[in-house]
């Protein structure tokens, strides 16, 4: 204690002092982010396969597989957002890139969908 009673204020911490956890509030935001793509691509993948009149073709199907590995991606970020040690940040990384990962394959499908579906690419 100082001379007047207070304890002495804390040394602030530099880089090299900070734990290896994530601030709180991140996970959830990334668990928010994720279940709302995963939402999107499940209603896509529901209205845009099942339910879109037309015939099939190699495209169509490719931009099939592709939303259903978007799919399953996003799966897998969700999961590992959900564990315990995502908390730390070499892991909450990973799982960062699982879910980028998840949003370029989504955006791929996506486009191969809208080229297929207007018939500018077909094959």
Do not use: C
């Not at 396969?49 to 490719?62: D, K, N, Y």
């Amino acid at each position: 204690m100082s001379e007047s009673g207070k304890p002495p204020d804390p040394k602030p911490l530099t880089l090299a002092d900070q734990p290896n956890f994530i601030p709180a509030g991140f996970r959830s935001g990334v668990i928010t982010a994720i279940t709302v793509l995963l939402g999107f691509s499940l209603l896509f993948l529901r209205s845009w396969v099942f339910e879109l009149p037309g015939e099939w073709t190699v495209s169509s199907a490719i931009a099939a597989i592709l939303l259903l590995l978007a799919i399953v991606s996003e799966l897998i970020a969700l999961w590992r957002s959900l564990q315990l040690k995502d908390d730390h940040v070499a892991e909450y990384r990973l799982t960062l890139r699982w879910f980028v990962a998840s949003i370029i394959v989504l955006l791929i499908s996506l486009v191969l969908a809208a080229l297929s579906y207007s018939e500018v690419f077909r094959f």
